[in-house]
C-alpha cells in the first residue's frame, strides 16, 4: 500500500524556522521524482519546489529561505523552511512522480494528505 505521510508542520512565529518530513512507503522511492506543494486558505495549490536526481528547484517564492532534500536509504523527503513569512502559512503536501521509464513506476503519481504550517504573532 502507498503512503506519504507528512510530519512537522505547526505554529511558529515570523522568521522562525521549520522543518517537514514525509516518509514513503509502498513504492520504490529512488524511482520517484519528490516534490512539496502547498495550498493556502482560498487559493490553488502550487508548487514549492522539487528534487530529483539531477538536483532541486524551487518557486521564486521560497528561493534562498527553503530547501529540499531526500533521503533514499530511508524514504524520505525534507523541506525545510528558514525565514517564514505570514504568507507562507498553508497545508504543505508531499508529492511522489515516477520519472524512470521503462519501469512500470513511470508517470505514477502520489500524494499525501498535507501538514499545517501557520506562521503567525
Known amino acids: 500500500q502507498v503512503q506519504l505521510v507528512e510530519s512537522g508542520g505547526g505554529l511558529v512565529q515570523p522568521g522562525g524556522s521549520l522543518r517537514l518530513s514525509c516518509a514513503a512507503s509502498?513504492?520504490?522511492?529512488?524511482?520517484?521524482?519528490m516534490s512539496w506543494y502547498r495550498q493556502a486558505p482560498g487559493k490553488e495549490r502550487e508548487l514549492v519546489g522539487g528534487?530529483?536526481?539531477?538536483?532541486?528547484k524551487y518557486a521564486d517564492s521560497v528561493k534562498g529561505r527553503f530547501t529540499i532534500s531526500r533521503d533514499n536509504a530511508k524514504n524520505t523527503v525534507y523541506l525545510q523552511m528558514n525565514n517564514l513569512k505570514p504568507e507562507d502559512t498553508a497545508v504543505y503536501y508531499c508529492n511522489a512522480l515516477g520519472v524512470v521509464r521503462g519501469t512500470r513506476d513511470y508517470g505514477m503519481d502520489y500524494w499525501g494528505k498535507g501538514t499545517l504550517v501557520t506562521v503567525s504573532s
Open positions: 528534487i530529483s536526481s539531477v538536483g532541486a
Open positions: 509502498g513504492f520504490t522511492f529512488s524511482r520517484y521524482g
